[in-house]
């Protein structure tokens, strides 16, 4: 028997893939990249609810608290910052440059609505982890039975 070998369906490989042919035809008609092209990035974010909480965590690597900036209005929360290049020097010879740099910003709507007085937010080993507490209004509230 003869059959076909299914190819699997990879998104992120075939975006890799379509980014590293735009790249060379830029590079092919231009010389290089247009301005902008090379330093746009965008952190990874994961949501999750519990407790009566949005947990958001985003991967920000390689920055400062200070470069960090954290703001939330209404159901929307923004996460912005600037993670910047370190500088050149002529003594280095650089075969490959993979690490994304520039500023950023994500705006994430938001499942639920939030307390926004009693949001936390803290910075450990390039992870930022952003606690965005319910109202009291909106958790569940449990109510005894009475039984007569």
């Not at 301005?35 to 400062?64: C, K, S, Y």
């Not at 994304?100 to 930022?128: E, H, T, W």
């Amino acid at each position: 028997m003869n059959e076909k070998k299914m190819k699997v369906w990879e998104p992120f490989r075939d975006l890799v893939s379509m980014r590293d042919d735009m790249d060379r035809l830029f590079e092919t008609f231009f010389g290089t990249q247009p301005q902008g092209m090379d330093d746009f990035w965008r952190p990874a974010i994961d949501i999750e609810e519990n407790n009566g909480n949005l947990m958001v965590r985003a991967e920000i690597p390689g920055m400062t608290k200070e470069d960090i900036k954290v703001s939330v209005q209404e159901d929307l929360l923004t996460i912005s910052g600037e993670r910047k290049q370190e500088n050149e020097t002529k003594d280095k010879t650089y075969h490959r440059i993979e690490r994304c740099y520039g500023k950023f910003r994500r705006m994430i709507r938001l499942p639920a609505q939030v307390d926004a007085d009693k949001v936390k937010a803290s910075y450990k080993d390039g992870v930022l982890n952003v606690t965005l507490p319910k109202p009291e209004s909106l958790k569940p509230k449990h109510i005894d039975v009475e039984i007569k």
